[in-house]
C-alpha cells in the first residue's frame, strides 16, 4: 500500500513542476526549490522529492549542478496536447482485420523503409556482447542443448522468470510459470484456455492489433471499452458492460499498453482484479512492455494483487532482450492444467538451447543493467519523436505521452485517413501503422501509431518532417 501512494505522489510532484516550468512560473536557467523545501511545502518525504527530480531530470526537464541544487533545464516541452478518452461504439463485434493488417505492412520490411510501423526493437538495443557470451556458455556446457523441454519448459529459467516477477510486485514460483514461444504463444494458449468460440472479450480500445488477429483466428467476440490515454480502461464502463453482457474474459495491457502506452494507477489494478474476481471472471494480462518504464522502478502487475489465481499473467522477453529467442511465458493461476496440456499439444516442447542461454543471461548477464540504458535509450527516442510530431504534423494533432515503451499513438484531424495514406507513406520510403487495425470497429482511420525506437534523430526527424507534408496536404 506504501508503494502504491509512494509512487503516485512522486508523480504528481513531477508533474506539477513541469506545470510550473510550462506555465512560464519557473523559467530556463531557474532555481527549482530545493528538495528539502519541496518536500517540507509539499508535505512529501525527501526520498519521494528526490524520486521526482531524478524523474525530471532523466526526462531533461533540470539538470543537478554540483554543490548548488537542481535548474531548469528547458521550458518548451514541444509536446502536442495528449488525445481524449477514446468512445468505442458500445457492444462486441465479430473481428476482420487480418486483410486491413496485411494490407497495411504489405512491403512494409523493405531494407530501404523507414520503419515506424512494426514495434521490432533495433539490433544495436540488443545486448548483443552479454548474449554472445551466455551463448558460449552454453555451448561449452553443452548440457542438453539439444534435447526437448518437456512439460513447462527448462526450469533454471522458470527459477529466473520468477525472481524476476518479484519487481513487478508478483510472488510466483517456478512451478506457477510455462516457458512458451514468446508473449503471442502465451496470450494464444490463454484464450484458448478460458473462451469458446463465439464468446466475447473485453478489450481496451484501440489494443494491440495481433490481439485482435488471436480473437479472429478463434472465432471470438471483441468487446472494446472507453480507453483513456494515461490511466487506461474506464472502469465504470467496465463495471456496466460485466452487469449486462456475457464476458468470457478480459484481455488487458495495464502497463504501457500497445498501442497508447498507459499505465493504469495501481489503485485502478486492485479495482479491476477485485471487480472481476467477484464475477469469475479471467483477467488476461499481457505485460510485455512492464520492464520498460521510464522511471527507475517498473509499475506493479495487476497479477500482483490476484490471490487466488484469476490473473493469467503472460509475458516475454521480445521487447527486452531480443525477439529472436521466442522466450515467453505465462504464469495461468487456476488454468495452468490447461494450458500446459494445450502448450503441449499445439508445440510439443519450446526450443531448448534458446531457454538455456536466457537462462545464463538473466543469472549472469546483467539484465537490470541493460533494462536501465534501454529505458533512457527508449525515453530519449520517443521524447524526440514528439518534438518532431510538434514540430512537423498538422494543427490539431494529438499524441500520446508514454512512460514506458517505444511507441506513440497519434491523432491527427478528422480528414485526415492514415488508412488511404498507408501505401503513399511506404511510396516515400516510411512504414507506419494505421490506427483502424487497432480496433475491430476500424474505427481511428485518422490515427496511427509510431515506433520510435530505431533510427538515427536525423532519421526520425526526416521522416516525421515527410510524414508531417503528407498529412498535410
Ligand atoms: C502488447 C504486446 N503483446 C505481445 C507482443 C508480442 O510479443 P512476442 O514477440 O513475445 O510474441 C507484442 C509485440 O509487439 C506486444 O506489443
Redesign the pocket.
Known sequence: MTQVSDSRLYESLATRIVEMIEGGALRLGDKVPSVRKISAQQNVSISTALHAYRVLENQGWIEARPQSGYYVRRTTPARPPEPQTTQPPPGSNSVAVSDLIRQAFHSASLSHMIQMG???GAPETFPDKQLRRAISTVMRDGEGVHGYDFGAGYLPLRVQIAQHAMSAGCTLSPDDIIV????????NLCLRAVTKPGDTVVLESP??Y??LQIIESLGLRALELPTNPREGISLDALEYVLEHDNVAACLL?PSF???LGHCMPDANKQRLVKMLRAREIPLIE?D??GDTAFASTRPHAAKSCDDDGWVLY??????TVA?GY???WVAPGRWKKQVEYLKLVSSCSNASLPSRILAEFLENGGYNHHLRWLRRHSQQKMQHAIEGIKKYFPEGTCVTHPQG?V?LWVELPPDVDTLKLCNEALKLGISYAPGAIFSATKKYRNALRLYCGHHSDEQTQRALQTLGELFAR
Do not use: L
Open positions: 512494426a514495434a521490432i512458451t514461444t514468446g508473449c503471442t504463444e502465451a496470450i489494443t494491440y495481433s490481439v495491457m499498453q500497445n498501442p499481457d510485455v512492455w503472460c509475458s516475454s522477453f521480445s521487447k525477439p521466442r522466450i515467453g515503451g511507441v
